[in-house]
């Protein structure tokens, strides 16, 4: 992606835009704030109890000159803070060309005053100095967005988050609230691919946190089909979100993408052998808390959950969410060790999204039938999402409840 290439007027939309111009701007005034809060607790710590006595302490140091400048230079400065900012900034280019705090102060002072021109020349002095400078890149970044020069904005993107470890709380929010943009999202997949050292931060920043999930779909596929890798937990997150939004058909379409074979007409992985670490919501998930327990376990080239409930305790083992058509289902499966009276045996249970109770499926006493269990499940058409879970019902044996589910399949009963 070359650096100075600028997009042209028609290629993105101008209220989306100023958007991102306006996010950036608050970026840079924030950090700026935080900034020079920072350089004026070092001048302190460096020089003395004020940044008036750190200055005279060291009258000659251009790094003690230019810290006092940038901690007069805050978002609430008066005009008068800003010129003796420039004062002391440009005393500090004197004793010491290599000031990059002093050049930046000069540049934001100069932006402040709507003199843009002066302010570029300033930076582009900063940045020859150092490239690490975040007050720079940040107002890189906003001046790159105001020409619409989007990938001059991702490469000062590129050059803060390389540089700080503090950039990206700042600039995540505002880089994944600007993926809704087409243009945005084509350049920052240019970006990603030459896979920067905070590119799957983002990823996974995004896929929890985007504003947008449908964008960050987009932004996924974009990028699968650049061949950038997507960690497993990135992926999961992104669908879970979307779950969560009630973008169910989204979520579906996008899992059908990274699990090869999914059918909605069927449950997922009946011998639990995915090994997945991270689990969407239309894999196996484990609920564990209040006592309960259940981990899927991989053994030998299969696989089985192992569950456990206190005594008297109840509630959700293991969950997949389903989009079944509507339709007749048979549940059927095998368990091993379970030995409960019969109003305490587990069952399983298939509840649509609104919370309405379809059905359910004792599982009874492993020693019969070699543990196998079956039923039959109806959803009507007017649920569209439903969840698969095994439940624990409240034991009074003394041991609680155990046990083991070693295969479950829920499949379409043709008639």
Not at 92 to 112: E, F, I, M, Y
Request: hydrophobic fraction near 45%; aromatic fraction near 6%.
């Amino acid at each position: 992606m070359a650096r100075g290439t600028t997009l042209s007027r028609g290629n993105l939309s101008r209220r989306s835009l100023r958007e991102w111009a306006l996010r950036s701007a608050l970026a840079v005034t924030t950090l700026a704030a935080g900034y020079v809060s920072v350089t004026r607790t070092q001048a302190l710590t460096i020089r003395g109890a004020n940044i008036a006595s750190a200055v005279s302490l060291a009258p000659g140091d251009g790094r003690i000159t230019a810290l006092a400048a940038a901690a007069l230079a805050g978002p609430d400065a008066t005009l008068r803070d800003r010129a003796e900012a420039d004062r002391l900034a440009r005393r500090a280019l004197r004793q010491d060309p290599t000031a990059v705090l002093a050049a930046s102060t000069l540049g934001l002072n100069a932006q402040v005053r709507g003199d843009t021109a002066a302010a570029r020349r300033i930076f582009a002095y900063a940045e020859a100095l150092s490239r690490r400078n975040l007050p720079t890149q940040l107002w890189a970044i906003e001046d790159s967005v105001g020409r619409r020069d989007i990938p001059g904005a991702l490469y000062h993107y590129d050059t803060a988050l390389r540089s700080s470890a503090s950039a990206a709380t700042l600039l995540f929010p505002v880089l994944g609230s600007a993926i809704t943009e087409p243009p945005v999202r084509s350049a920052l997949v240019a970006t990603l691919a030459r896979r920067p050292r905070w590119s799957d931060l983002f990823v996974e920043h995004v896929a929890a946190n985007g504003t947008d999930p449908l964008a960050t779909v987009q932004l996924f596929r974009q990028l699968r089909r650049a061949g950038v890798p997507i960690a497993g937990i990135s992926q999961s997150l992104l669908i879970n979100t979307l779950a969560a939004r009630g973008a169910f058909d989204a979520a579906w379409s996008y899992y059908e993408l990274i699990r090869p074979g999914a059918n909605r007409r069927t449950s997922r992985d009946p011998d639990f052998t995915a090994d997945i670490k991270v689990p969407a919501v239309f894999d196996w998930v484990p609920v564990n808390g209040d006592g309960l327990s259940a981990t899927v376990q991989r053994v030998g080239n299969g696989g089985l959950v192992d569950f456990s409930a206190p005594a008297t305790v109840g509630g959700m083992l293991l969950s997949q969410t389903q989009v079944l058509p509507a339709g007749t289902y048979k549940l059927s499966g095998r368990s091993a060790g379970i030995e409960q009276a019969p109003g305490a045996q587990p069952y399983w249970a298939l509840t649509c999204a609104d919370g309405r109770e379809l059905g359910r499926v004792i599982i009874g006493n492993s020693a019969l039938a070699g543990g196998a269990f079956a039923g039959a499940l109806d959803v009507p058409a007017e649920c569209p999402v439903q969840v698969l879970a095994l439940v624990a019902r409240p034991s009074d044996a003394v041991g609680g409840l155990s046990g083991q589910i070693e295969r479950i399949k829920l499949d379409p009963i043709v008639r």
